[in-house]
Structure formats: C-alpha cells, structure tokens
C-alpha cells in the first residue's frame, strides 16, 4: 500500500469510532486513538516542515545519518517495538478533538502531503536537516518518514482498538 493510500485509510478509520472511543483511555499511560491521531498528526506536519526547509536550503552539506537513521532507512521503518521518548518529548498529545476535528486535520495534512509527492524527488538530495535521534535527514528521507511513521502506529491502533468501549 503507497503512503498516500495509508494516510486516507487512517482517515476513513476515524468514521469507523464514535467520540467516546475516540477519547477512552483504557488504563494510565496509554494513549486514547484520538491522542495517537494528534500524535500522528503533528509529527507528521513536523516532518514535512523539515522536507520543505530542505527545499528551501541553498547549499547542502555532506552530514550522515545516525547509525539508527541509516538502520531505519535501510528496514524501510521503524523496528517493531515501543519507543518512548524522554519525558521532556513525551507530553501526552490532545485528547480534546472531535472526530470532525480529526477528519479535517486529516485532510489537510493528506492535501499537503500530496501536493509535495511529484516535487520531493527534485530537490537537492544535499540539502539536509538533523533529526535529534536519526541524524542527517534529505527531503525524500523526510517524506518517506512520513509513511513510515503511519505505519509504525498501525500495530498501536491496532491494541487500542481491542481495548476499545
């Protein structure tokens, strides 16, 4: 499945939960599906803000990936595993959206995704941006994180949808 088909598939996902569902908290420091959608959301955007301050650069520089960016890289995603960040990056995401509010988030990050998909192979692969935990990252390396990122989440909603009211 493209990235841009697993984004509309997590959109379509949200009708598929009444706003309760959306909020449930199942026990403490687990994530309702509304929090993991803001979660996706925002960090998503995030890195497409990094894709186009690539876009943007003028000259490009020679800096590396981490050893877990080029092993990230390399899989194609994320390990499936739990990561937790420290707890200075790791505020709890918005638990205050409604599905309509979601959708709409949705939308606008898949429009924004979509009006970069034919333009991000064609920006200079030097021009680069560091990622706190995976170095030095181009514009496609940021695109791509975007659908890599979905994905790695897909085993989380998954877990949160059988702990669902």
Known sequence: MSDSKL???FKHSLNDYSLEQ????SEEGVWSIGQMYDHLIIVAHEY???METCAALNE???LQKTQFGEDLFRNGG???IKIRLPDELNSPPNNSDSKEDLISRMDLLIQRYSQWESKVDFINPKNKVEHGGFGWLNAR???????MHFRHHLR???ELEKKML
Request: aromatic share 16%; hydrophobic share 40%.
């Open 141 to 147: 390396e940021w695109y791509s994180l975007v659908g």
């Open 156 to 158: 989380q909603k998954a």
């Open 48 to 50: 497409l803000d990094n």
């Open 22 to 25: 959306l909020k449930y908290i």
């Open 7 to 9: 984004l509309i598939n």
């Open 60 to 62: 490009g520089q020679s």
């Open 78 to 80: 994320f390990p499936p």
